[in-house]
């Protein structure tokens, strides 16, 4: 698959504004001591219906890492630690990239790939989930 060189840019402000928000946030939970996973609305998808969304469990997973508790985010939703493996390759071989202007040209570009993977672990962390829940009757997010 070829790699399209134009979105990089626009990723690498993203992932410098990422980066800024969480070192905010790991600054007001270390520093203020405010635990924001407490107030998080729970996910109305599985309110109403009882199943898992595609997206449950990712808010925990987020947290998780930001704590540095791997494997429990990786439990969460696994496609949070993909994300932060992925964007985090792409921000270090960008910047270097970018700090020797162009003579490590060892930039990781922007590939459909990337995001199908990320579909595969979302759609397999929603079947899982929900098929543990309906056949065991087992909450796996509790």
């Known amino acids: 698959m070829k790699a399209d060189k134009t979105m990089n840019p626009y990723f690498y402000l993203t992932g410098w504004i990422l980066i800024g928000l969480a070192a905010g946030y790991a600054l007001l939970e270390s520093v ?8 998080v609305p729970p996910c109305a998808f599985h ?5 898992y969304c595609p997206g449950c469990g990712g808010t925990r997973a987020v947290f998780a890492l930001l704590r540095g508790k791997i494997l429990r985010s990786v439990y969460f939703h696994p496609v949070v630690l993909y994300t932060a493996a992925v964007g985090g390759w ?3 071989s960008q910047t ?7 003579k490590l040209k060892i930039g990781l570009n922007f590939r459909t790939v990337y995001l199908w993977i990320a579909l595969i ?4 962390n929603f079947v899982i989930k929900n098929a543990v ?3 065991a009757g087992t909450a796996l997010l509790g």
């Open 32 to 39: 203020f001591h405010l635990h924001l996973i407490e107030r």
């Open 90 to 92: 792409f921000m270090i």
């Open 121 to 124: 672990l979302i759609v397999a």
């Open 133 to 135: 829940l309906l056949a």
């Open 96 to 102: 270097i990239e970018r700090l020797s202007r162009g």
């Open 47 to 51: 309110v109403v219906t009882g199943l």
